[in-house]
């Protein structure tokens, strides 16, 4: 194969259909057809995730919370973020898979954060990393855009500054506030974001930033003017174990579901109804069966 014939998305043996790029996503921007992004942490999770067609996986450090059962997203360090992008790596054939840098990866040096941020896409197959902060991540931005690693930015309430922000408030209240949001989401597209995640912020903030930017915007708990819309899978599903934020809007649950398989399960062992005479191997006729066990 000669170096200039490409193997695509489109091409070869496991060909996708409509494999999800950052200009994939441009164009539903500009076509004002919603992006649709949803976290994911597994193989099973994400393979449903991505053969229902969700746009962007993200393999969010919330997986410190409702997968690791930590407080915050503050504990969950690189190799754990690593083993967890592998896994969804292995499920998604379509999906643009994105990950999250966890705290401490990116906030002591610039070269660390890339160096970080190179092992997501060469050791896990990641597309893109995403980093949480406002004007202050520039410099960080441009340097992974300059090493040919996608940045999908955060705005807003963003979780790993829990302390800074004296708890998990919704941020952009004031006009001071939103001004500098808006100020922020300009200046790290002009670093070189590919997108940017806007959680926790008043609508009108969202739809501002939303207008003004030529990248797309992914709101959670930004209103519906965003380009797009993310949530915790665990949520959507009610498996996080925690009282619902006021935008999360529950689509199954899956907790009561498991809890009356489990349930099942358990009443059918201890009825020795489980495994029947169909869930059950046994010795070929030929083999005389009978003798052979009187003979034991
Ligand atoms: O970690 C995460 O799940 C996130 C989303 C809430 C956007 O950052």
């Known amino acids: 194969m000669s170096i200039t014939n490409f193997r695509s998305a489109d091409s070869g043996a496991h060909a996708v259909t409509g494999k999800v790029t950052f200009q994939s996503l441009q164009e539903k921007k500009q076509s004002t057809r919603p992006i649709t992004a949803l976290t994911a ?108 690693i996608p940045v999908v930015c955060h705005l807003g309430l963003t979780p790993q500054a829990v302390h800074r922000m004296g708890g998990y408030k919704v941020q952009g209240k004031t006009l001071a506030a939103a001004e500098d949001l808006i100020r922020d989401a300009r200046m790290l597209e002009a670093a070189g974001a590919s997108a940017v995640v806007l959680e926790g912020m008043p609508r009108e903030v969202a739809a501002k930033i939303t207008s003004e930017l030529h990248i797309p915007t992914i709101g959670i708990g930004a209103g519906v003017d965003c380009d797009g819309q993310i949530l915790v899978f665990h949520d959507l599903v009610n498996l996080s174990f925690s009282r619902p934020a006021k935008f999360v809007r529950q689509y199954a649950d899956a907790s009561s579901l498991f809890r009356s398989a489990i349930e099942g399960y358990m009443h059918d062992v201890e009825a020795r109804s489980f495994p029947d005479e169909s869930e059950s191997y046994h010795l070929p006729k030929d083999t005389m069966a009978a003798q052979l066990l009187r003979k034991a």
């Open 41 to 148: 942490y597994d193989y099973a999770t994400s393979r449903i995730v991505d053969e229902a067609g969700v746009d962007l996986i993200l393999v969010g450090d919330s997986l410190a919370m409702v997968v690791m059962g930590y407080d915050s997203t503050l504990p969950v360090t690189m190799d754990e973020m690593l083993h967890h992008a592998r896994a969804v790596r292995r499920a998604v054939k379509r999906a643009l898979v994105v990950v999250d840098m966890p705290y401490g990866s990116y906030h002591v040096s610039v070269a660390e954060g890339v160096a970080n941020a190179a092992r997501f896409l060469k050791e896990a197959g990641a597309e893109a990393v995403k980093v949480e902060g406002g004007a202050t991540r520039c410099e960080l931005v441009e340097r992974l855009t300059d090493a040919e």
